[in-house]
């Protein structure tokens, strides 16, 4: 597959680059707490969710590299709905209101961290992940912006992450790999489950499987987003060096 279904997105100083083999790199400048940094490719910006291409069964692999172990922020490359856009089709985007999420993919997070709703999950590092939930109209959803406030207050925060995690169904592991060194990623994605190599050998299987359509992305951030076992929230950006994500030998699938 040519790379002409891929748009990138940047922040200013952050680059996409195309390689002569077909390939990609992705670059962060360092910087500090006070600016987004964002280098990403993606395919579904133009689209409204229900335009997505990816729908199950497919096998999704590449070929990554980063530049070092040491790293601020969030990275990765997969399937996901995009569910915390709110976009109003400004700039050539299609016109989005945020959903619950839906994803399979290879993601980095650092600490601070945390993006499980399982407390027998990991919520940092390097993971291979999976959400699932229900279709739920984005109007059904807005009554739930009334209770943001209750996140300040960590009894009810943690009331609300409780009822978030049954309605949204998680699972990843955390992999014992150096993503500095060039690996082979596979995503196998079928209704039921989807299974993560890498190598070419399975590191992770699981049965909480996310529901298409999904957009393909691959990205590099300074984020971070927490809401842990003890109820406490926050978000923010985090200063860090530059960094360079490097893709080669992209293939998205579908299968028979």
Do not use: C
């Amino acid at each position: 597959m040519g790379s002409g279904w891929l748009r990138p997105r940047t922040s200013p100083a952050a680059s996409v680059t195309s390689t002569p083999g077909g390939g990609f790199v992705l670059q962060l400048p360092a910087g500090d707490s006070r600016a987004f940094r964002l280098a990403q490719l993606d395919d579904y910006m133009e689209l409204p969710r229900r335009g997505f291409r990816w729908n199950p069964p497919l096998t999704l692999s590449l070929r990554a590299r980063l530049s070092a172990q040491a790293y601020s922020g969030t990275w990765g490359f997969g399937l996901w709905n995009d569910p915390f856009s709110l976009s109003l089709g400004a700039q050539g985007t299609a016109r989005r209101l945020p959903v619950l999420p839906n994803a399979a993919w290879f993601f980095f997070a650092s600490v601070p961290n945390h993006l499980s709703l399982r407390d027998d999950r990991p919520g940092s590092g390097f993971l291979a992940a999976t959400f699932s939930a229900a279709r739920v109209p984005s109007p059904l959803l807005a009554p739930g912006l009334l209770a943001l406030p209750l996140l300040a207050w960590k009894p009810s925060s943690n009331l609300l992450r409780r009822r978030a995690a049954r309605a949204v169904r998680g699972d990843a592991r955390r992999l014992a790999v150096d993503p500095s060194q060039w690996l082979e990623y596979r995503l196998r994605w079928s209704p039921a489950q989807v299974g993560f190599d890498v190598g070419r050998e399975p590191v992770f299987e699981t049965d909480v499987a996310p529901r298409g359509p999904l957009g393909f992305v691959i990205w590099m951030d300074n984020q971070f987003a927490a809401w842990r076992p003890d109820g406490s929230a926050a978000t923010g950006l985090l200063a860090g060096p530059p960094a360079t994500l490097e893709i080669e030998d992209l293939q998205v699938r579908r299968e028979a």
